[in-house]
């Protein structure tokens, strides 16, 4: 008798997801337009220890944006070589003072930030302030979530400063 091979199962990890939340002390729509305006994300988006250059910027759905993050420790290792973090992202669902998704990729020849994250920014009016959270899915393998979530909680208290 032959000996048959067991059945092979394809298995498939589940996405992973983070997220970052923050009560700011300002009203939905001002911190909805911090976050679509060009100059005011100037301001504001690039986490404690980098600074952000936009090179392309269309708010909309379908727009694009092409933006880089660079490290000010020039010994910091980025995402797409060098001291730099270079993303594209397409902006997929907006919900004027309430949501915003975005389709996010790096510019990296490691294959450990390939794919597409998806970035959703919910804002909910909560005691006279407007809770923000960030969540991020299908988080390429290659960005620590120590690291992720030290990042995301950077930006909500740079925004919290800009709007409050």
């Not at 794919?115 to 809770?131: C, D, H, P, Q, Y």
Request: charged share 30%; proline share 5%; hydrophobic share 35%.
């Amino acid at each position: 008798m032959e000996e048959q091979e067991p059945e092979k199962k394809e298995t498939r990890e589940e996405p992973r997801i983070d997220t970052a939340s923050r009560l700011i002390k300002a009203s939905p729509s001002k911190i909805y337009k911090a976050l679509t305006t060009q100059s005011d994300l100037m301001q504001w988006k690039a986490p404690d220890g980098m600074r952000m250059e936009i090179f392309h910027y269309n708010f909309r759905v379908d727009g694009t944006y092409r933006m880089a993050l660079y490290y000010k420790d020039r010994s910091a290792k980025g995402k797409t070589g060098g001291n730099s973090d270079i993303v594209k992202g397409k902006f997929i669902e907006l919900v004027t003072d309430h949501k915003i998704v975005e389709a996010i990729s790096f510019d990296s020849p490691d294959p450990t930030f390939a794919g597409e994250l998806i970035m959703t920014t919910e804002l909910v009016s909560e005691k006279g302030a407007t809770r923000v959270t960030f969540t991020a899915t299908h988080v390429p393998g290659g960005i620590a979530p120590e690291d992720h979530a030290t990042g995301m909680n950077s930006s909500l208290e740079n925004l919290a400063k800009f709007t409050e």
